[in-house]
């Protein structure tokens, strides 16, 4: 039970590190005005990469779907 406990505590420890990264860090940015330029071209690259794979993901859904249909 103890492994469990030690467990659960690494990774309540990870998940407050990725919260202080997501939110502490783009507050610093903003406060120093850099946020604006650097994070709005991240999350405007992040988008246009989960729009391709979404394409990729349908044609390749096509490309199987009549292969099926084929044999």
Do not use: N, S
């Not at 939110?23 to 005005?33: D, S, T, Y």
Request: charged fraction near 10%.
């Amino acid at each position: 039970m103890k492994e469990a406990t030690d467990v659960l505590k690494i990774v309540g420890i990870i998940l407050l590190a990725l919260f202080v990264l997501a939110v502490g860090i783009p507050l610093v940015l903003a406060a120093a005005g850099v946020a604006l330029g650097v994070l709005g071209r991240l999350i405007g690259l992040a988008i246009a990469l989960i729009k391709i794979a979404i394409v990729v993901a349908i044609i390749y859904l096509i490309v199987v779907g009549i292969r099926a249909v084929l044999r």
